[in-house]
């Protein structure tokens, strides 16, 4: 640790799965030059012990989610004050808020809150969401020094919803490159361990079961392929993509699907199922900075994906994009991007995909930028 290390406070609504708590774990653990210190409203979640192995504080204050207690606030309040941090990250709506004015209570002026949702009009967002977005729109002006987006759409969005424009910074999240990478040999065992063939055509979306990530327009797609002809393997990973979700079984078995689709449910080998795609599909109605397409592309998996947030951006010309919410735009674009797999150029195009990560969104260029912001 730098002799000159400032203190930084995070805190966030909870540490399970998902864009931000990935972004925010990334950044703690790849900041050697400070010292962090994360603060749940809800649990510990996924990351929290992740977080501890490593040496980085971690209180959760345990509140349930969508509720407030005035204890945790106490404990909230306490803590920052207790710290005394040079610093005060916040992370997604309800943190922003509450956090912020818990860190001004305690006597915080350096409070930089963080963005990281681009569809205020969708109808996946809740009403009591909406309602704290509202809030946080109008203390924009008194609360934070800064607000970090991590995405461009989502600070234009966020503009117009009436967050004070002059504070807003964009930083897109950034990836651990050696973490990331093309991987042959993972790329031949994940396959031998789901028996499917070295030359198969094999597809996948990593992505938690949400109404938001849509994957009924992806299945949708593949419907519409398999009519067509064509049927590649499809894996589906992320939390509740199991053999326990009734729903989805039913989906996937109602549209004839049940002899191509992998459920892999929750993986800690996402690096190696990368590199076992072709192709990485994601279908999402909404997203702000979706890691995934970055990860897929860090991986030399190129991408097709869903026009939304700041995907087209990470993208490139490296894939294809499609409108939302449509699964004949969508199957289109898969059947295309699946004929060009034994192309003579397909390689070029997986380099494609790993040098645009490498040039635009790595790991050191995302910590100089918060760096920067904080002031440290």
Partial sequence: MAVSSKIIVHIITGLNDGGAEAALFRLCVNDPEDIHNVISLTGAGKYGPLLKQLGISVTALDMPRGRVRLSGLWILWRTIRHIKPQAVQTWMYHSN???GLAARFAGQNNIIWGIHHSDLASSGTSHHTLAVARLCAWFSRLLPRNIISCAQKAADVHAAFGYDAKRLHVVPNGYDLERFRPDPDARAAVRSELGLAQDQQVIGFVARYDPLKDHGNLLQALALLKEQGQAPACLLIG???DEGNVALL????????????Y????????????SALDLHIMSSASEAFPNVLAEAMACGTPCVTTDVGDAAVIVGD??????AQDSVALAEAISHALQKVDAQDWNSRKASARARVEQQFSIDRMVRSYRAIWGV
């Fill in 263 to 274: 459920l892999l449910g929750q993986r800690n080998d996402i690096p190696a199922v990368m």
């Fill in 97 to 99: 808020l509450l956090g």
């Fill in 318 to 323: 490296t894939g294809w994009v499609v409108p």
């Fill in 239 to 241: 939390t509740g993509m």
């Fill in 250 to 261: 039913s989906l996937i078995a109602g549209l004839g699907l049940s002899d191509q689709i």
